[in-house]
């Protein structure tokens, strides 16, 4: 593995506890989800982590922001998703408490990391 500095970041580090998350939330998804709603959060939980770790790898500070702000993104659509899996009755709020602190962390994190970025 490699040594990078993007794993020595707590956003990062907290990225990939949202995937963990993401995948034993979509196990308690219907089957009929499984080629809909389910490979799409689990898509974009890894775009989150993935985005985070090439923007460390780029050359600059716009660079890193833009792939960031990606990241951010993927967490508003995982937000999205959520709701939807919500308006459909599969889950409720209390379901996802802990998740939705978690999402809500990890954005506040990734927002203070790009302030941070000149």
């Given amino acids: 593995m490699l040594k990078l500095g993007h794993k020595n970041l707590t956003t990062w580090e907290k990225s990939l506890e949202l995937v963990k998350e993401i995948y034993n939330f979509c196990d308690k998804l219907p089957d009929k989800e499984k080629y809909i709603i389910i490979p799409q959060l689990k898509r974009a939980s890894i775009s989150v982590a993935?985005?985070?770790?090439?923007?460390?790898a780029r050359n600059t500070g716009k660079e890193t922001k833009r792939f960031l702000d990606i990241a951010r993104s993927s967490l508003v659509e995982i937000d999205t998703q959520i709701?939807?899996?919500?308006?459909?009755?599969?889950?409720?709020?209390e379901d996802i408490k802990d998740l939705s602190k978690l999402i809500n962390y990890s954005f506040a994190l990734l927002t203070k990391l790009m302030k941070s970025i000149k």
Avoid: R
């Fill in 83 to 93: 709701t939807i899996c919500i308006k459909l009755n599969y889950i409720n709020d």
């Fill in 50 to 56: 993935s985005n985070i770790a090439e923007g460390y």
